[in-house]
Nanobody, 120 residues
Framework: QVQLVESGGGLVQPGGSLRLACAASGNIFRVHGMDWYRQAPGKQRELVATISSGQGTNYADSIKGRFTISRDNAKNTVYLQMNSLKPEDTAVYYC??????????????WGQGIQVTVSS
């Protein structure tokens, strides 16, 4: 089994910054892709950013130029640096990884979700 623990959310004013972190733990053999999703009230869950094991990245158009995804493979941790935050960024943010525990096939794992609120 692989466990994901998210941290770094909270309340911030428009134009402010936050950095989310998602740490994977357990008997990890291999971590492949790592992603951030978000879901605002009344809306569908959307993909925000992805990063491959080779650190190739992709971003949603709505956040491109403002958010940066990165990973530390030694710590099995993925980050989302969020700058120039807007009220429309308010959502629950979810970490997702595709990983294999020792002796197991690769599968999807989800974090618990963490609230980001952008408001004056």
């Amino acid at each position: 089994q692989v466990q994901l623990v998210e941290s770094g959310g909270g309340l911030v004013q428009p134009g402010g910054s936050l950095r989310l972190a998602c740490a994977a733990s357990g008997n990890i053999f291999r971590v492949h892709g790592m992603d951030w999703y978000r879901q605002a009230p009344g809306k569908q869950r959307e993909l925000v950013a992805t990063i491959s094991s080779g650190q190739g990245t992709n971003y949603a158009d709505s956040i491109k130029g403002r958010f940066t995804i990165s990973r530390d493979n030694a710590k099995n941790t993925v980050y989302l640096q969020m700058n120039s935050l807007k009220p429309e960024d308010t959502a629950v943010y979810y970490c997702h990884v595709f990983a294999a525990a020792s002796g197991e096939n690769s599968r999807s794992y989800w974090g618990q979700g963490i609230q980001v609120t952008v408001s004056s």
